[in-house]
């Protein structure tokens, strides 16, 4: 039997993977591109909704990108992306989150007339306001930034030293998204080496469409602390009669516990696998890598946290221990301090499952 949606709302969660132009609210899409001027599939919300999954549900990566276009269009202004990063606080919280970060590309927000630092302060804001709010009804959340460059078109450097100017001041990391297939991570080697030498974590989207050799540079040559999705990891574990041997390079992501940012319903609807039950998460969780639960989407792939917990829950037969276990690989792979960090685990994730019965 999987488990209840309403139980693990309950429960303290964690997400690392989540993006902010991939979360808004349709009722929120609709109000802004009307103030924006931009003209939408449709202006009924659950049609926008229904929309917006149809679309990206299509099985291909680069169709699954277009629809951030629709998003991206209603966060030009620092009201507009004040507000967006407010709901992404308001609504992983009322999902139950209580760390989350909220990955996005300043360089995509520009077409108002921000410029990237404005960008950049206005989702802080927007997310201090969410915090806030949160925090007055009684759920302590926190959410940190992580800035994105996209893969395609040339690396933007600048955008890596956003990730070292508000180092602490609401930006947790960096990162980079967008098509893979032909856009290895090595083209931003200068982004990653300026990054190591100013000793700022960062993810890198890699093993989603692109296989083996992309997680290989993120790790190995670009020395990324985490990886953005990686599910494609599998490729290199071979099955034995007697069990599974690893590759060289699944080796060592286990043995060195780089977290995987593993995100099911997006790699269901971009073709990685046919359903959730074929997702090698089973399997990677199985080997005891650190597997973490993510949304990637929650627009897109119309989810929450709690609902992607009950999908894995459904498909491999997961029960509460196995979600603390995913939950506290995802608090202890977190861009946030260390003290921070341990006291997030002991005084916030273990008691709230120990309250469930965890
Ligand atoms: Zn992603």
Redesign the pocket.
């Known amino acids: 039997m999987s488990l209840d949606l309403d139980a693990l709302r309950a429960l303290p969660k964690v997400t690392l993977?989540d993006?902010l132009d991939g979360g808004l609210r349709p009722a929120t899409v609709i109000e802004l591109a009307a103030e924006a001027g931009h003209e939408l599939p449709t202006t009924d919300p659950d049609a926008l909704g229904d929309w917006f999954f149809e679309a990206a549900d299509s099985g291909s990566l680069v169709r699954y990108l277009e629809t951030f276009d629709h998003t991206i269009a209603c966060m030009q202004s620092a009201d507009h992306l004040r507000r967006v990063a407010r709901e992404f606080v308001e609504d992983q919280a009322a999902d139950g989150v209580v760390y989350a970060e909220a990955?996005w590309a300043p360089t995509q927000h520009l077409a108002g007339g921000l410029s990237v630092t404005q960008a950049v302060e206005a989702v802080r804001d927007g997310l201090a306001e969410g915090m806030a709010s949160c925090a007055a009804r009684g759920h302590r959340i926190v959410v940190q930034q992580l800035v994105t460059s996209m893969r395609h078109g040339s690396p933007r450097p600048d955008v890596a030293r956003l990730a070292v100017d508000y180092r602490g001041d609401s930006v947790a990391g960096f990162d980079i998204?967008g098509a893979e297939d032909g856009f290895p991570p090595s083209l931003h080697a200068e982004s990653f080496a300026y990054l190591r030498r100013n000793n700022v974590p960062f993810t890198i989207?890699a093993g989603e469409a692109f296989g083996v050799a992309s997680i290989w540079e993120a790790v190995q040559l670009c020395g990324a602390s985490r990886i953005?999705?990686g599910v494609r990891l599998v490729e290199d574990i071979a099955r034995t009669p007697d069990g599974h041997q690893l590759g060289d390079l699944a080796a060592f992501i286990r043995d060195r516990r780089i977290p995987l940012e593993l995100?099911p319903s997006?790699n269901v609807q971009t073709g990685i696998c046919d359903a959730v039950s074929d997702h090698p998460f089973g399997l990677l969780a199985e080997l005891r890598f650190r597997v973490t639960v993510n949304c990637?989407?929650r627009l897109m792939s119309r989810t929450t946290l709690s609902r992607e917990l009950q999908l894995l829950s459904e498909a491999f037969g997961y029960g509460l221990e196995d979600v603390r276990w995913f939950t506290l690989n995802a608090a202890k792979s977190a861009f946030y301090p260390y003290d921070r960090r341990r006291s997030l685990i002991e005084d916030v994730i273990k008691p709230g499952f120990a309250r469930q019965g965890a």
């Open positions: 993977h993006h990955r998204a989207h953005g999705h995100c997006s990637d989407n």
